[in-house]
T-cell receptor, first 114, second 114 residues
Framework: ETGVTQTPRHLVMGMTNKKSLKCEQH?????MYWYKQSAKKPLELMFV???????ENNSVPSRFSPECPNSSHLFLHLHTLQPEDSALYLC?????????????FGSGTRLTVV | QQQVKQSPQSLIVQKGGIPIINCAYE??????FPWYQQFPGKGPALLIA?????SEKKEGRFTISFNKSAKQFSLHIMDSQPGDSATYFC?????????????FGTGTRLTIIP
């Protein structure tokens, strides 16, 4: 496996369910990110982890809970979601502190809340 | 202050033409300006990036033009091909070790017709 892998690719969940999104990077990067992508809106930064510490929580509702157990793995735990949370959730990684820290994105998890 | 404005929202160009996508920003602290390409069902992929100490950067058929005084930058695709049909996002960030957050534009859906 190379790059950034996200699972599952698609997820349908009810508003009372609890589920988790998983992201794994095989690039040796030291920073990981969660972004939300909705139609006709800019990609919205949700969380930033650098060296396994959360350095940014961009006013995200508490029904989204991130976890970064090590530098290669990132989770997004979901509970009591709303239909407006339906979107593509993208994970990315980068090598923070270098001259060209362009993100490498995964293919995303398409989340539908019913 | 953190916003990046991108235009046009969609663009249709004949094969061989030169599509141009424009972005403008307000925050003069931004010092890294990447462009991303996204195909359906995939995450965005880094295409090319520029820093404000140069006015132009070329990589293959892709060129970024940067106008620091106008706080604008643009992507040009030379000899465009149908395979270039995708959504393109500009972005900007501040180099800040451990917290390099990319702020994205709203995207341009580009269609290259044969």
């Amino acid at each position: 496996e190379t790059g950034v892998t996200q699972t599952p690719r698609h997820l349908v969940m009810g508003m009372t369910n609890k589920k988790s999104l998983k992201c794994e990077q095989h690039l040796g990067h030291n920073a990981m990110y969660w972004y939300k992508q909705s139609a006709k809106k800019p990609l919205e930064l949700m969380f930033v982890y650098s060296l396994e510490e959360r350095v940014e929580n961009n006013s995200v509702p508490s029904r989204f809970s991130p976890e970064c157990p090590n530098s290669s793995h990132l989770f997004l735990h979901l509970h009591t979601l709303q239909p407006e949370d339906s979107a593509l959730y993208l994970c990315a990684s980068s090598q923070s502190g270098t001259a060209n820290y362009g993100y490498t994105f995964g293919s995303g998890t398409r989340l539908t809340v019913v | 202050q953190q916003q990046v404005k991108q235009s046009p929202q969609s663009l249709i160009v004949q094969k061989g033409g030169i599509p141009i996508i424009n972005c403008a920003y307000e925050n003069t602290a931004f010092d890294y300006f990447p462009w991303y390409q996204q195909f359906p069902g995939k995450g965005p992929a880094l295409l090319i990036a520029i820093r404000p100490d140069v006015s132009e950067k070329k990589e293959g058929r892709f060129t970024i033009s940067f106008n620091k005084s106008a706080k604008q930058f643009s992507l040009h695709i030379m000899d465009s091909q149908p395979g270039d049909s995708a959504t393109y996002f500009c972005a900007a960030s501040i180099s800040n070790f451990g917290n390099e957050k990319l702020t994205f534009g709203t995207g341009t859906r580009l269609t290259i017709i044969p």
